[in-house]
């Protein structure tokens, strides 16, 4: 598991997406951006219980501890 640390200003969340199938772990998911500084932006992706934090902390300095996963995607797995 390759986790990162980043901080920055969560900016736009958009493109949620439900997910009805039994079989599958998440059943909804967003994707977050995040300005590191003026030049630098990341694309996350936060699921589930994790959407509810990021959308409370929209337009606020916040710390993340993320991990990769497939696809170049970065998976939220905490926000302070």
Do not use: P
């Not at 219980?49 to 995607?73: D, G, L, P, Q």
């Amino acid at each position: 598991m390759n986790l990162c640390f980043l901080s920055g200003i969560i900016t736009d969340v958009y493109r949620f997406k439900f997910i009805y199938n039994e079989n599958i772990r998440y059943k909804c998911m967003a994707c977050v951006k995040l300005k590191l500084n003026k030049n630098q932006e990341f694309e996350l992706v936060a699921f589930d219980e994790m959407i509810e934090k990021v959308i409370s902390n929209k337009f606020k300095y916040v710390h993340i501890c993320a991990k990769f996963v497939e696809n170049c995607r970065i998976m939220i797995e905490d926000v302070e």
